[in-house]
């Protein structure tokens, strides 16, 4: 019986890790961001980055923050990144690299696509353009990448010479 109490436990504390490193959306965690402030968390979304930006966010998400007593605001569903002091030198050349890379380009004109997963602390602002930054420790899955040309994909109309079959 003691085996079994000790095995139930052990599976309790492994399921209970599991939830508090598990991956969620930007918009996933707006649902609960003021509860999620001071929390570790590990966050995927689309990434816009710069040589003097970083946001992750979500385009397409039903949950909003709202804060303020008296004066309410609502906020966009985007974080501002910031790397801790514990970021490694390689992950933090990767994510200046992947900064040049997306400002190269669109200096060449083209448009731009980012995304990854992100670990870190959250902190609610006090102020400023975003309603929390993440302090990240490390990243996965950084990826930027051009669009293709919105002019070089085809069209959905059928060309000018359509067969209509009655």
Same mark, same amino acid.
């Given at each position: 019986?003691?085996?079994?109490?000790?095995?139930? $436990?052990?599976?309790?504390?492994? @399921?209970?890790?599991?939830?508090?490193?598990?991956?969620? =959306?930007?918009?996933?965690?707006?649902?609960?961001?003021?509860?999620?402030?001071?929390?570790?968390?590990?966050?995927?979304?689309?990434? @816009?980055?710069?040589?003097?930006?970083?946001?992750?966010?979500?385009?397409?998400?039903?949950?909003?923050?709202?804060?303020?007593?008296?004066?309410?605001?609502?906020?966009?569903?985007?974080?501002?990144?910031?790397?801790?002091?514990?970021?490694?030198?390689?992950?933090?050349?990767? $994510?200046?690299?992947?900064?040049?890379?997306?400002?190269?380009?669109?200096?060449?004109?083209?448009?731009?696509?980012?995304?990854? =997963? $992100?670990?870190?602390?959250?902190?609610?602002?006090?102020?400023?353009?975003?309603?929390?930054?993440?302090?990240?420790?490390?990243?996965?899955?950084?990826?930027?990448?051009?669009?293709?040309?919105?002019?070089?994909?085809?069209?959905?109309?059928?060309?000018?010479?359509?067969? $209509?079959?009655?």
């Amino acid at each position: 019986m003691k085996h079994v109490v000790r095995l139930f $436990f052990l599976s309790a504390a492994l @399921i209970a890790a599991t939830d508090l490193h598990a991956q969620e =959306s930007v918009c996933d965690l707006f649902s609960h961001l003021e509860s999620a402030d001071g929390s570790q968390v590990v966050v995927t979304g689309d990434l @816009i980055i710069a040589r003097d930006l970083a946001v992750l966010g979500s385009e397409d998400c039903d949950n909003r923050y709202i804060s303020g007593t008296g004066v309410r605001r609502r906020w966009p569903t985007a974080l501002s990144l910031s790397p801790s002091s514990s970021v490694t030198p390689d992950q933090l050349q990767q $994510f200046q690299k992947a900064a040049a890379d997306a400002d190269s380009l669109r200096n060449q004109g083209k448009p731009v696509s980012a995304s990854a =997963s $992100f670990s870190g602390r959250i902190k609610l602002a006090q102020s400023g353009e975003l309603p929390a930054q993440l302090i990240f420790d490390s990243f996965d899955n950084l990826k930027v990448e051009a669009l293709p040309d919105p002019g070089s994909l085809p069209s959905a109309h059928t060309s000018s010479r359509e067969t $209509f079959v009655t």
